[in-house]
């Protein structure tokens, strides 16, 4: 970076196989960057749908890096922090939609916020509804009460709708635990100061592991609902289904393992266990009081093999291994 004179913000965007999204987000972010000193930075994970040549003939602009291997999100994001020039570092999934004034006011808020390690966006859902993207740290307490579905049953209680922030309505900034990484704008002399994600995490809860690193250096992190963006959910996750949603746990297992020990992520993963057998049992309970009526098929093997995986820690039957898989899509 020395010489280099920094830009207002590094766009990053890590995509596999989601041509026609990544289109319309670029779109979305060029229409909505009136005012900003900014570059966009792909790195595409070995898509073969097309993707790179639709950027390179498009959006002759943007930096594209073709991998040609899938790095995974956290390790694509760290190659575009090293080729990036911005004061601010955005990560970005490809299936979202930039709304007017949305990149610009973040910056802003960061630069009114020079204790702002990082800060997430409003979320919104394709219909415009709020689409929940702050959370608490990954725990013990917060796992038990998804797996005994209290998290569900009270969702307005700030203890038991802790993890998802259900208790809050997300209308003004504060400071939370870790914001989505869909959308999430990060100081560059923070990633200096505390590194950049860790590669280890496969597929979510890097973003929370960023994100506490930043809290444990006296950095803080805001949710500002000013910025709006669409986030369409889906992208190349919705080819792997129950695979991308093992990735939910095995992340926020790893995330516990990490930084509360060993014997922590054991609990963690008996809790999950717990959760899984509860939801069977429920299945069952529902498909008796309905005269047969099963849930999905998919659904009751999901947590079947949720299950196993608590009793056995391997994932390797996903995607955690599979090199032709990226979590462009994660919340």
């Not at 991998?67 to 999934?93: D, E, I, P, Q």
């Not at 949720?306 to 390797?316: D, R």
Request: hydrophobic share 40%; proline share 2%; charged share 20%.
């Amino acid at each position: 970076m020395r010489g280099r004179p920094l830009r207002d913000l590094s766009i990053a965007i890590a995509s596999w196989n989601t041509r026609d999204l990544l289109g319309r987000c670029l779109e979305s972010v060029y229409a909505s960057s009136a005012g900003l000193s900014f570059e966009t930075i792909i790195v595409d994970n070995a898509s073969d749908d097309g993707s790179a040549d639709m950027v390179a003939s498009r959006y002759p602009d943007v930096k594209l890096i073709q991998s040609k291997v899938n790095l995974g999100f956290a390790a694509a994001c760290n190659l575009a922090f090293k080729h990036s020039a911005g004061r601010y570092f955005l990560l970005l999934n490809s299936d979202t939609v930039v709304l007017d004034g949305a990149l610009k006011a973040m910056v802003e808020f960061m630069d009114g916020h020079p204790d702002a390690g990082a800060a997430g966006c409003r979320l919104l859902n394709h219909d415009g509804s709020l689409q929940r993207s702050c959370s608490r740290f990954p725990g013990l307490a917060t796992e038990l009460f998804d797996a005994l579905y209290l998290s569900k049953l009270f969702p307005r209680s700030r203890l038991f709708g802790a993890y998802s922030m259900s208790y809050w309505d997300f209308d003004e900034v504060r400071e939370v635990d870790f914001a989505g990484g869909s959308c999430l704008i990060v100081c560059r002399d923070a990633i200096e100061e505390v590194g950049l994600l860790d590669e280890s995490f496969f597929m979510y809860a890097e973003e929370a592991d960023l994100c506490y690193r930043l809290w444990e250096r006296g950095w803080k992190v805001y949710y500002f609902p000013d910025a709006r963006v669409i986030h369409l959910g889906g992208g190349s996750a919705r080819r792997y289904g129950g695979d991308i949603l093992l990735q939910l746990y095995v992340g926020r297992n790893r995330f516990v393992r990490k930084h509360r020990g060993k014997a922590a992520a054991a609990v963690h993963r008996v809790i999950v266990g717990l959760g899984a057998l509860c939801r069977l049992c429920v299945f069952g309970i529902q498909r008796s009081a309905s005269g047969g009526h099963a849930e999905p098929a998919e659904a009751v093997a999901f947590q079947w093999r949720l299950l196993k995986w608590t009793v056995t820690g391997l994932s390797h039957q996903g995607i955690a291994t599979n090199p032709e898989v990226n979590h462009d899509s994660r919340h």
